[in-house]
């Protein structure tokens, strides 16, 4: 049974910075593609980033782009999201899920996490 949970969210001023984990078990870790989605209060689910097996490529958002790091640990199995200079735009509910294959483009997702809560507000 996979699981994926996901941790470090929490309030932060606009401007600020935050870094998101997530540990996934039940899978072996480096044969998957991993990212993040999020959604805020009445919105639609965004993508948000996209990292493959190996860590060596990404892709963002274009909210994301320029402002958020995905990265991966293959040795400790923890899927990170670094996100900077955030914007009370941000505000949302963080999911970690991971993908049915090794690459992200065209591989659809296979398991969700729970969701932490991030909230930019003064």
């Known amino acids: 049974q996979v699981q994926v949970v996901e941790s470090g969210g929490g309030l932060v001023q606009p401007g600020g910075s935050l870094r998101l984990s997530c540990t996934v078990s039940?899978?072996?870790?480096?044969?998957?593609?991993l990212g993040w989605f999020r959604q805020a209060p009445e919105k639609e689910r965004e993508r948000v980033s996209c990292?493959?097996?190996?860590?060596?490529?990404?892709d963002y958002s274009v909210s994301a782009k320029g402002r958020f790091t995905v990265s991966r640990d293959n040795t400790k199995k923890i899927l990170y999201l670094q996100m900077n200079s955030l914007k009370s735009e941000d505000t949302a509910i963080y999911y970690c899920?991971?993908?049915?294959?090794?690459?992200?483009?065209?591989?659809?997702?296979?398991?969700w996490g729970q969701g932490t809560q991030v909230t930019v507000s003064s």
């Open positions: 899920v991971t993908y049915k294959y090794r690459y992200c483009e065209g591989s659809p997702v296979r398991d």
């Open positions: 039940g899978l072996t870790f480096d044969n998957y593609a």
């Open positions: 990292v493959n097996w190996s860590g060596s490529s990404t």
